[in-house]
């Protein structure tokens, strides 16, 4: 009986660091997409940080914005992939 809750608490407690590290990398990976700039075409996060100058990035347009590499690239009907730096 006494082994049983043993193993039972410490499948428990096993859970609920389980959980607790899901939360913890889910965190991280939000506050990493906080840094991020976000396209301006549809808005979803770019390989860039907000902090990156604009002469180390690819995909930005002077007067728009950051954009991806799938809208830059449907924009300026660019049919073979760019590189991004
Ligand atoms: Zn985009």
Redesign the pocket.
């Known amino acids: 009986m006494k082994l049983f809750r043993f193993i039972r608490d410490l499948l428990r407690s096993y859970d609920q660091n389980k959980e607790l590290l899901k939360n913890m990398e889910r965190l991280d990976l939000m506050k990493e997409l906080q840094r991020k700039d976000v396209?301006?075409?549809?808005?979803?996060a770019?390989i860039y940080d907000k902090t990156t100058h604009i002469s180390q990035r690819s995909h930005y347009v002077e007067g728009a914005g950051q954009?991806?590499?799938?809208?830059?690239n449907?924009i300026y009907n660019i049919k073979e992939t760019t590189y991004e730096i």
Do not use: P
């Open positions: 396209c301006v075409s549809c808005d979803m770019t954009l991806c590499k799938e809208c830059f449907k």
